[in-house]
């Protein structure tokens, strides 16, 4: 095992924007100590060569840049890149690269970070970079993790750290029931603000609540209450084209009395004329700087778990789900999990129930869940029903009678459980209550990390197994565990070259093998963004080109996030900067021939 750092006390909510909610602080040095505990690799290594700079500049005139920048917003809110790198953990990531990197730590890496502490910051940061044709790559917080973090996508990029000193809760409006917060706000300090206030109102979290607000809307990230489309529910943005001009969508386009902000911004998603604001989501099209979000009014609401037994259940669940989904019956965005994964939320290591570096047998892992709260089976629904409590047990003998129709199946309230169970935490979440728990995964193996593979497939049995047989296919030839979620699908991947290498080609199998049978992915990592892209390839790629053709017009010079979600400026497109299926070999992100 590799020597420990000494481990710092980890900031709180109250000391930094980033930092763990002080009910959740003795939960974040247990996680972390038993992370740190399965680490054989060093946390940080000495740099291999100087400051990676931004493509086509000289050192000199890097110099000259930073400099004048240094000059707009103040010298310590630049921050040139010349330390060593240090991968860290969830509370405290670093802003220069992807903690969980494929590619070499020293690839997708940063020249220098920039903290701008207002849009006008914001805005004279982006006058800069075109006037010295740097790209930039604005985060709000960095924790895009499994989806490469905060790395920029051309080596050498400058980051745009918006959180540091961006993190205000502009507004949070009672009656109305909605908030307008900028970049660095997270999960986890907009619920404690609400609940400061007390407030009789609920955010939508994801399975980590350390996220920025507005940066997982933007990804289109999602939770698990009825308002988990996060994009879906934003009200009104406020962001910075790649030109620096200032833009408003939404009603916040019509000013409001007296120059105030108009009052129904957060009251109506649209304007008058185009909707324009899907554009910049999943985009390089501008940056937000802020963002309005209706929130959920607290109500009465029931958490609760089904098991079943066959592995070969698995599409006649699905089937039985889809109606109860179209019919609103189902309360939030459930989750269908493999009963592999009540091993790894529990913390405990994958050699705690396998010996051997190969992935665990279905007898391995029968004979582990008949130790569990749940016994033995293959199948877990997370459910959770709102509303009054005479409606909500009605809407639970429906799902009840529905899923009885499988033979074997078992209905568990969280009384039934431990108070440890996986149950509890799923409880918290889907009533908007921010939570640690998902990081136990990455103890599952030794200097644990992991990779998103998130296909969308219809709700139908047949559809979801021809999904999940070729995932199933891949995980095994590549010698991978498989964490099967029907919404969202995590992949343990660990921070050794051989299983990084064996990784990629998992994930460019599976893009391409879906993709053929009309799988898409919803969401991806930066290095396998293009080969994503290209797989939306209808009418001679007419929906690429014309994203294409926007970003041309918007961003002539090319400096906003070249590359993101597979949109090249004219600048770097078709120059060799683009990664496709045959790209296995991740040791060099410069430009292919």
Request: charged fraction near 25%; aromatic fraction near 8%; hydrophobic fraction near 35%.
């Amino acid at each position: 095992m590799a020597a420990q750092a000494v481990l710092s006390v980890i900031p709180s909510l109250q000391e930094k924007h980033s930092g763990a909610p002080k009910r959740l602080s003795q939960e974040a040095q247990d996680v972390r100590a038993r992370l740190f505990s399965n680490r054989t690799l060093p946390v940080s290594r000495p740099r291999k060569g100087p400051v990676r700079l931004p493509p086509d500049v000289s050192p000199e005139e890097f110099e000259t840049a930073v400099k004048e920048l240094r000059g707009e917003i103040g010298d310590e809110n630049v921050e040139v890149n010349d330390k060593d790198l240090v991968d860290g953990w969830y509370i405290e990531h670093p802003n220069t690269h992807d903690a969980f990197h494929i590619a070499d730590q020293e690839e997708l890496v940063s020249s220098a970070t920039v903290y701008p502490g207002s849009t006008e910051e914001v805005q004279a940061t982006v006058r800069w970079a075109n006037k010295f044709k740097i790209p930039i790559y604005p985060i709000s917080i960095g924790r895009n993790l499994g989806y490469g973090g905060a790395a920029p996508r051309i080596p050498g990029g400058v980051v745009l750290d918006l959180g540091r000193r961006m993190h205000q809760i502009v507004n949070i409006d009672a009656e109305n029931a909605s908030c307008v917060v900028e970049p660095g706000v997270t999960y986890f300090g907009l619920y404690e603000e609400i609940q400061r206030r007390k407030l009789p109102l609920w955010i939508d979290t994801p399975d980590l609540g350390g996220g920025s607000v507005l940066g997982n809307a933007i990804d289109r990230g999602v939770g698990y209450t009825p308002y988990g489309d996060h994009f879906a529910n934003h009200c009104g943005m406020e962001l910075v084209l790649p030109n620096g001009e200032l833009l408003r969508t939404g009603m916040g386009a019509m000013p409001g009395p007296d120059g105030s902000d108009n009052p129904t911004w957060q009251s109506f998603q649209h304007a008058f004329g185009p909707s324009i604001d899907g554009i910049f989501s999943q985009s390089n099209f501008g940056i937000v700087t802020k963002m309005g979000f209706h929130l959920m009014p607290e109500t009465d609401h029931q958490s609760y778990c089904f098991t079943f037994p066959r592995d070969d259940d698995f599409e006649q669940i699905v089937d039985l789900i889809r109606p109860l989904a179209q019919k609103r019956i189902l309360g939030n965005i459930p989750q269908l999990r493999h009963v592999i994964q009540e091993f790894n939320v529990t913390g405990k290591r994958k050699a705690d129930f396998h010996n051997g570096s190969g992935p665990m047998t279905r007898e391995e892992i029968r004979a582990a869940a008949s130790k569990m709260p749940l016994g033995d089976c293959s199948w877990v629904f997370y459910g959770t029903q709102y509303g009054p409590p005479e409606s909500i047990a009605a809407q639970l003998e429906v799902i009840k009678a529905e899923f009885a129709k499988i033979e074997g199946s078992r209905f568990f309230l969280p009384s039934d459980l431990p108070p440890d169970h996986y149950l509890h935490d799923r409880a918290q979440v889907c009533s908007g209550v921010p939570v640690l728990r998902e990081l136990e995964w990455l103890n599952w193996v030794p200097n644990g990390a992991h990779l998103f593979f998130s296909p969308i497939a219809p709700t139908r049995g047949k559809d979801a197994r021809t999904v999940h047989d070729v995932v199933v296919a891949a995980h095994k030839r590549h010698g991978f565990d498989l964490f099967p979620t029907l919404c969202v699908a995590g992949r343990e991947i660990q921070s050794q070259p051989e299983m990084k290498a064996r990784a990629i080609r998992l994930m460019r199998e599976m893009i391409d093998e879906c993709a053929a049978k009309g799988f898409g992915e919803y969401r991806t990592h930066l290095l396998f963004a293009d080969q994503v892209a290209a797989t939306y390839n209808w009418n001679n790629s007419a929906f690429m080109r014309f994203n294409e053709t926007i970003k041309d017009v918007l961003d002539p010079n090319g400096i906003l996030a070249p590359g993101r979600n597979g949109i090249w400026p004219k600048r770097f497109r078709g120059k060799g900067w683009e990664l496709k299926t045959e790209d296995i070999d991740l040791t060099n992100i410069g430009p292919r021939s």
